[in-house]
């Protein structure tokens, strides 16, 4: 489809569209062929995160594995040995899907431009901060190729972060941007109102989307031709990039398909309903459920596809978090309650929840690091601590903690007298977790605790959370393997997304001018070990120490709980697509399935 478009003067030939050193992707099976569509899949316009974890193209990359960082669009990076300092050079030659080169310009740009521009980034995000008044990042430009992150004390996170495909860094192409910024375009204000934005703040993140904009040049192995939710949102299409700086062992440009194209569902039952009848090249999430595997498993003749296995980095199946910063005082105080947590935890029968509702599939299991994991080995005690269903335990924890008191329909009273009820806020993204949390409420009626559930998409749940406006928060276990290195949010709300169990305490570990509140001193201790010590070491075997020290003290504070280990999962894969792997990570920070390098999947049709 390149060669025509040469032909006709439309395009350069390909030694001149390519780097001078290419990366050569090592193909899994054999070297392929081109051509075809590969046919995927979103849950709602809003499901643009499987964008990014399959069009995943940063400086670094995870190896296939999981097991070391590697160069990308980097041919190369050197860190220093105190972590201070990262060096990177650009492979020469890179150029943007537009032709425009790619150099150490566009990321002096978002450096200066972006990342220090108060209106653009009015805080800085942690991974590029250092120390403990969490001090910013500096970057300075070394040559049109190289370029250096130079940090005022040590941080020795960077490389995984970078890694990922959300981190706050991104490559942006000023040539293409400096329109929508103030310090360039003195109309640019004009130009905001005129597209329909009150101010080009809004105008400069709307262009800078990659997918809302499909105009902005990139680096991916495909490229947009529409906007998500454009042109009533049933479907976006991406066609090959022609500038694609990764070729094959033969020196073939990659990537060997077409096109992409993410068909926009609204419901999972039509989702499935294509998959199984081999509409879908490549599942991986949201249906890939143990319910929805005997429909799989009958439809596999049929739909022409195959299983392979996904070993989850996920450390719970359901993560049931209580507000440990609620507005409420009395309610903070009975959250806050050690021995009320774990009565609540003896109370649910999770043996009972993993028959009925994932299909006999896991164990039980607390809010514990995956068995696998390399920093952390304690026998198991504290992924099985009170996990046990033993309602006589649960009433002596509660009574314990000071609320044996009922009222005559067996509700046991707070502190101010009143009735304990309270309402957990539960996604509906994740499969079983509605069912689970309904059997929890009987689990917990039971032992006289009054608990409703409310279910909540993730757009409403955010906004209550991060309003502290809620009782409790249910999502799931995402980061449970290697991942927890930088995103230990499960055990620290350091972060966000995560951080909805004590937001307070979070706002106050990022510095956040808003209404906050200093931790109390085992988590003063772990965000301590986590900001100043972890964040320090170069070593990963340092880094894991240190970890491990931040688990114990979540162990025996129990802050939260969990009801199952996520078992081996599966993926299907149609008979037709090749080179993708029997068995990969299903995984947020190692974005399934970009470090298996889509660009060298091929169809044979």
């Known amino acids: 489809m390149l060669a025509r478009q040469v032909k006709d003067g439309k395009l350069p030939p390909v030694k001149d569209r390519l780097p001078t050193r290419p990366l050569v992707l090592e193909p899994i099976d054999r070297v392929g062929t081109y051509g075809g569509t590969w046919n995927s899949y979103m849950l709602g316009a809003t499901d643009t995160p499987i964008l990014g974890r399959t069009f995943y193209d940063r400086l670094v990359h995870w190896d296939p594995t999981w097991q070391e960082i590697v160069p990308n669009l980097a041919e190369s990076f050197e860190v220093n040995d105190l972590g201070t300092e990262y060096t990177f050079a650009l492979r020469e030659g890179l150029k943007w899907s537009d032709g425009k080169p790619f150099t150490a310009d566009d990321i002096m740009f978002w450096y200066e431009d972006v990342f220090l521009n108060k209106e653009l980034t009015p805080a800085y995000a942690f991974s590029l901060t250092a120390g403990s008044e969490l001090d910013p990042v500096s970057v300075e430009k070394r040559d049109t190729t190289r370029f250096r992150f130079v940090y005022p004390e040590p941080n020795g996170q960077l490389l995984h972060w970078l890694a990922t495909y959300d981190t706050a860094f991104k490559e942006l192409p000023a040539h293409y941007l400096k329109q929508f910024h103030k310090k360039y375009n003195p109309e640019v204000d004009t130009l905001a109102e005129k597209e329909g934005f009150s101010d080009w703040i809004g105008l400069f993140f709307a262009k800078a989307d990659w997918w809302a904009n499909p105009d902005m040049p990139r680096l991916h192995a495909w490229i947009p031709t529409n906007a998500v939710g454009e042109g009533g ?56 459920t143990s319910n929805n595997k005997p429909v799989f498993a009958q439809s596999r003749s049929q739909g022409e596809f195959e299983f ?142 009054d608990m409703r559930v409310r279910a909540a998409e993730d757009s409403y749940f955010e906004a209550t959370t991060e309003a502290n406006k809620h009782d409790g928060a249910v999502d799931t276990g995402d980061i449970g393997y290697k991942d927890v290195l930088i995103d230990p949010r499960c055990f620290i709300p350091g972060f966000l997304q995560g951080a909805f169990w004590a937001m307070l305490w979070y706002r106050w570990f990022v510095g956040d001018p808003g209404d906050k509140e200093e931790p109390p001193p085992p988590m003063l201790k772990q965000m301590e070990l986590y900001r100043q010590t972890l964040r320090s070491k170069v070593s990963v075997d340092e880094q894991y120490e240190v970890m491990s020290q931040i688990l114990q003290i979540s162990k025996d504070q129990f802050w939260n709980m969990g009801i199952a280990l996520p078992p081996v999962g599966y993926g299907t894969v149609t008979n037709r697509m090749k080179n993708v792997p029997t068995q990969m990570w299903d995984a947020f920070r190692w974005p399934t399935p970009g470090p298996t390098n889509p660009p060298q999947y091929f169809l044979t049709e």
């Open 233 to 288: 949102g049933g479907r976006v299409e991406f066609v090959r990039n022609p500038y694609y700086f990764k070729v094959d062992p033969d020196g073939s440009q990659l990537p060997y398909i077409d096109r992409v194209v993410f068909s926009i569902f609204t419901e999972e039952e039509p989702m499935l309903l294509s998959a199984s009848g081999g509409d879908i090249d490549l599942t991986f999430r949201t249906i890939n």
């Open 308 to 449: 392979f296995e996904m070993e989850p980095s996920q450390l719970n199946t359901t993560w049931i978090t209580l507000n440990l910063t609620h507005q409420d005082p009395v309610k903070r105080a009975i959250f806050r309650n050690r021995d009320f947590r774990i009565g609540l935890s003896y109370a649910i029968d999770r043996a009972e929840i993993i028959k009925s509702v994932y299909q006999r599939q896991g164990e039980p299991w607390q809010i514990a690091p995956r068995p696998n994991a390399p920093y952390w080995d304690d026998g198991g005690e504290m992924a099985k601590q009170y996990t046990e269903y033993d309602p006589q335990e649960a009433n002596k924890y509660l009574d314990r903690a000071g609320y044996a008191k009922r009222n005559p329909e067996g509700i046991r009273l707070g502190p101010d007298g009143n009735p304990i009820t309270f309402v957990m806020l539960t996604k509906t993204f994740y499969f079983g977790m509605i069912d689970t949390m309904e059997m929890v409420r009987k689990f917990w009626r039971e032992v006289g605790i």
